[in-house]
């Protein structure tokens, strides 16, 4: 059964699942595409825009549980689209922490903004962004998805000698695939087609600069943009324009480019734990909410230059806290506004 969803990654768990809701009344499908108000939904026969059903909107509904790009879902089919009424449980889910009460760090809650990925490409740079460090960041996001990591080291043409730093990643992590290739001459890269078997679904992540676009091109080749943009109002009555996002692959398989996605290892639950000794540094400041830019008797500032603490961990730690701060605010605006959809929530009951 569902055959084309097959493709794109329905198993016999997914089956399973959707059955044991025993109603013939709703059909299965894939959220490609999620918009203020709606979702992009691939079933079986086509691509429709359905709308969440009341029970989704729900403020005691935790965050997490509302539908992600990637996710499994069951629909009401209607003739202009349709209800999406339940989510099938995920198989891996990639998280970001959004600011909780006062978007303080401490109040997080999880939002879940991609699931069901099998293999994460962690993308890197041999210039500048190479960065062992941040690999490790990332392979640990990775992890905590449940998706397998996989890194590419882009931009081989760039180096004369390429070895030197697989050697170096091999030692600090032997187990990670690692794949060199060169985005812009095509070099290696017909090894990464290998893992778009039937039903496997990818997503590419790294800092920007670093190639994922180029490699998404490169990979895609014939392939088809399943989340065309899509143009729609939000509460202001501007326009927004939603990237294309998800692709089906000539191979079969499937492609997850998702700007929230990319940036994963600034948001991840663990950054935040990498950035415990900064927390608990930050609680001696002077001030209160102290931002550790220019307040007397900061004690984060202090430790930078004392040399104790990497000025560029400080900025990461920065970027997190002003996030999330900034995903409360929104969260607050959009919640009075009573709108539906991804940031227009309310907030789980988790905390
Ligand atoms: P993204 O921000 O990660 O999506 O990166 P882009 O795909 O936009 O690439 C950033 C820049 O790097 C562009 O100018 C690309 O042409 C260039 N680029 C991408 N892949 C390669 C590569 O393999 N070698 C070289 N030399 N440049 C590359
Ligand atoms: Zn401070």
């Given amino acids: 059964m569902y055959t084309r969803l097959r493709t794109i990654g329905w198993n016999d768990t997914f089956e399973r699942h959707f059955a044991a809701l025993d109603r013939p009344d709703l059909i299965p499908g894939r959220v490609v595409g999620v918009h203020k108000t709606s979702f992009r939904v691939l079933t079986e026969e086509d691509i429709r825009m359905v709308v969440p059903a009341g029970l989704l ?65 962690i993308v890197t740079a041999l210039d500048a962004d190479f960065s062992l460090e941040r690999i490790e960041r990332y392979v640990a996001a990775v992890g905590a998805s449940g998706a397998e990591p996989v890194l590419i080291l882009n931009k081989s043409d760039l180096v004369r000698d390429q070895h030197e730093f697989e050697r170096q990643v091999r030692e600090s992590a032997p187990d990670l695939p690692v794949h060199t290739v060169s985005a812009l001459d095509e070099t290696g890269v017909s090894a990464l087609r290998a893992y778009f078997r039937e039903g496997v679904t990818a997503a590419l992540i790294g800092s920007s600069g670093v190639g994922k676009s180029t490699l998404t091109n490169r990979l895609v080749g014939a392939g088809v943009a399943v989340t065309g943009a899509v143009r729609e109002e939000d509460g202001k009555g501007r326009h927004t324009t939603t990237a294309r996002e998800v692709y089906l692959l000539p191979g079969g398989g499937v492609l997850i480019d998702n700007p929230g996605l990319r940036e994963i290892a600034v948001w991840s639950e663990t950054a935040r734990d990498t950035f415990e000794d900064i927390r608990e540094l930050a609680l001696t400041c002077r001030f209160r909410g102290c931002t ?50 991804r940031s227009g929530r309310a907030k789980g009951k988790r905390s």
Avoid: M, W
Wanted: glycine share 10%; proline share 3%; net charge neutral.
């Fill in 292 to 341: 550790h830019s220019s307040e007397p008797g900061c004690a984060v500032r202090a430790a930078i230059q004392a040399g104790r603490l990497d000025a560029r961990r400080v900025e990461g730690y920065r970027q997190l806290e002003q996030e999330s701060q900034a995903a409360s605010r929104q969260d607050s605006r959009t919640s009075r506004r009573s709108g539906a959809g």
């Fill in 57 to 121: 909107l729900h403020e005691d509904l935790a965050r997490s549980e509302y539908p992600a790009i990637g996710d499994f879902v069951a629909l009401r089919p209607s003739e202009d689209g349709g209800v999406l009424v339940a989510l099938l449980p995920r198989q891996t889910k990639f998280s970001r922490a959004v600011g909780g009460a006062g978007g303080r760090i401490s109040a997080l809650t999880e939002q879940v903004i991609a699931a069901n990925i099998d293999y994460v490409f």
